[in-house]
């Protein structure tokens, strides 16, 4: 079965500052995508950012980036010059693309605090 | 944009009693979930559906039920509300089968059994 692990709980970082986001997962799988979404407070969850996993090229979005090893099953998340509006739950999440069920596996989540 | 909205933010029932929860999306997508989220454990599909009068189990059915009459909504049923269900539901929807699509997610409804 295929985990989803995010093994830091809470994260904080300073305004304007670089912070990177740990994501592991385990599959037999080659053909999967993997997603980072924000959960900002009392907000609706939405996409951060998608990477195919048949693709080397590490996907970005203005100042999101990730980091994809895929031998090592590790998916990290670079922010670049946080901003207060970044403070939110970050869940990564795996999905298969052999599975029928279209089934998105998520992480415990990582709260992210940006300190003014 | 997508909107997917949900009946309610917040909501109180008593053990025992049967619990809808509606969810709502605006943008004739096929496919749509419900989302279990506790502290500590991300989120855990209960139900999804991926077309009218279809469902399918996620990894946590047991004590929900689901209805879909209509594209556009979907609803999640507790039969008999225990406290054991507290938590945070989430309803999301995406386009169609492909599993690269974005899933896109109402604001959750906060269910507390007493």
């Known amino acids: 079965a295929q985990t989803v692990t995010q093994s830091q709980p809470e994260m904080s970082v300073q305004e304007a500052e670089t912070v990177t986001l740990s994501c592991t997962y385990d599959t037999s799988e080659n053909n999967y995508y993997l997603f980072w979404y924000k959960q900002p407070p009392s907000r609706q969850m939405i996409l951060v950012i998608r990477?195919?996993?048949?693709?080397?090229q590490n996907a970005t979005e203005n100042r999101f980036s990730v980091n994809f090893q895929k031998a090592a099953k590790s998916f990290s998340l670079k922010i670049s010059d946080s901003q207060l509006g970044d403070t939110a739950m970050y869940f990564c999440a795996f999905i298969s693309m052999m599975d029928s069920s279209y089934k998105l596996i998520f992480g415990s989540g990582t709260r992210l605090l940006v300190r003014p | 944009d997508v909107k997917v909205t949900q009946s309610s933010r917040y909501l109180v029932k008593r053990t025992g009693e049967k619990v809808f929860l509606e969810c709502v999306q605006d943008m004739d997508h096929e496919n749509m979930f419900w989302y279990r989220q506790d502290p500590g454990l991300g989120l855990r599909l209960i139900y999804f559906s991926y077309d009218v009068k279809m469902k399918e189990k996620g990894d946590i059915p047991e004590g929900y039920s689901v209805s879909r009459e209509k594209k556009e909504r979907f609803s999640l049923i507790l039969e008999s509300a225990s406290t054991n269900q507290t938590s945070m539901y989430l309803c999301a929807s995406s386009r169609d089968a492909r599993s690269y699509n974005e899933q896109f997610f109402g604001p959750g409804t906060r269910l507390t059994v007493l």
């Open positions: 990477q195919e996993a048949y693709k080397q």
